[in-house]
């Protein structure tokens, strides 16, 4: 089923997203977890793409598996950093010849220790090139990502939004956002959206906070901000691991009712591969 015909049935559209495991591991691996995801009823199962990584290949496979063997709805993350439009093309076939209709079309990170994306020519430079080129050359239903606190790399607030109207524009079906902590800034993002005549659902992306070392990464990677209430437990459990897990977990708990009770159109939760950090988070879920 065509993500976009989820949301036309106009109740909260709830996905995870899974990575594949690196190479060194056997597919087994991510089964397993997925094991323990499914009877979660998400309405769909995103698979990520690794830039430049070797795993990537996995990424048509697992979202085969998650359709065929769960019979859950599934949408394959494919960028085009690195990737020349024939490369694209084969990338295309792949998902057609596996019955999945959904993608989230993506520039890509630089690959790891590299802090640029570097492009041949002819290459697709952004992500709504890609949209643009997909919308025109196949039936997929196209999901982007988009930042409610900006992306990083932007350096003008007026300029991402250009961009991610140019992005919306070239064809996409439905957003979904980088991660946050401050519904605030969804419900901000949402409302600048409608503002610009950008009418389309959109899925806030929420991240647990589980450790303290995680955290750091996140937010260099994301550039979200860490609401002072969120601080505040953060030092609290800071040298008590377990107690910070529960702490993350509660506040990852309340963000998503918040976001429930006020009707938003979806939630993208980003599970880490981690199962059952994942049950408790959604066994506190009002929905
Ligand atoms: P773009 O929309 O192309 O934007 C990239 C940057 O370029 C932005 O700073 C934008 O402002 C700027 N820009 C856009 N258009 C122009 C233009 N015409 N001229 C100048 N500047 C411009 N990464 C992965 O590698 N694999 C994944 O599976 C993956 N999944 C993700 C899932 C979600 C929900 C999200 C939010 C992110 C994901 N990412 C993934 C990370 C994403 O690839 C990075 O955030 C990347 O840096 C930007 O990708 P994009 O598609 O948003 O790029």
């Not at 309405?43 to 830039?51: E, F, L, N, P």
């Amino acid at each position: 089923m065509r993500i976009a015909d989820l949301y036309a049935k106009k109740k909260p559209v709830i996905s995870l997203e899974i990575f594949p495991p690196n190479p060194d591991y056997p597919l087994e691996t991510i089964y397993n977890t997925l094991e323990q995801l499914r009877d979660l009823n998400p309405d769909y199962i995103s698979v990520t793409y690794g830039a430049g990584g070797a795993n990537r290949a996995r990424t048509v496979e697992i979202a085969a598996h998650i359709k065929q063997a769960y019979q859950i709805e599934t949408m394959a993350h494919l960028t085009c950093v690195g990737h020349s439009p024939e490369e694209i093309d084969e990338m295309g076939a792949r998902l057609q010849e596996n019955q999945i209709e959904n993608v989230l079309a993506l520039r890509g990170d630089p690959p790891r220790g590299q802090s640029n994306v570097t492009f041949q020519p002819g290459h697709f430079r952004y992500a709504a090139e890609l949209i643009r080129y997909l919308r025109q050359k196949s039936q997929f239903c196209i999901g982007a990502a988009a930042y409610a606190e900006g992306h990083v790399e932007c350096q003008r607030w007026q300029d991402d939004w250009n961009y991610l109207r140019e992005k919306v524009e070239a064809g996409v079906d439905f957003l979904v956002t980088q991660l946050y902590f401050d519904n605030r800034v969804f419900y901000n993002f949402k409302e600048n959206l409608l503002r610009m005549g950008l009418n389309l659902p959109v899925a806030a992306g929420i991240m647990p906070v589980l450790e303290s070392k995680q955290i750091r990464r996140m937010v260099y990677l994301s550039g979200a901000s860490i609401p002072a209430r969120l601080l505040q437990l953060l030092d609290k459990y800071a040298d008590n691991p377990a107690d910070f897990e529960k702490a993350g977990i509660e506040y990852a708990i309340n963000q998503m009712n918040d976001l429930l009770a006020n009707g938003v159109e979806g939630i993208h939760y980003y599970t880490m591969n981690r199962a059952e950090q994942t049950r408790k988070v959604f066994s506190g879920l009002a929905r």
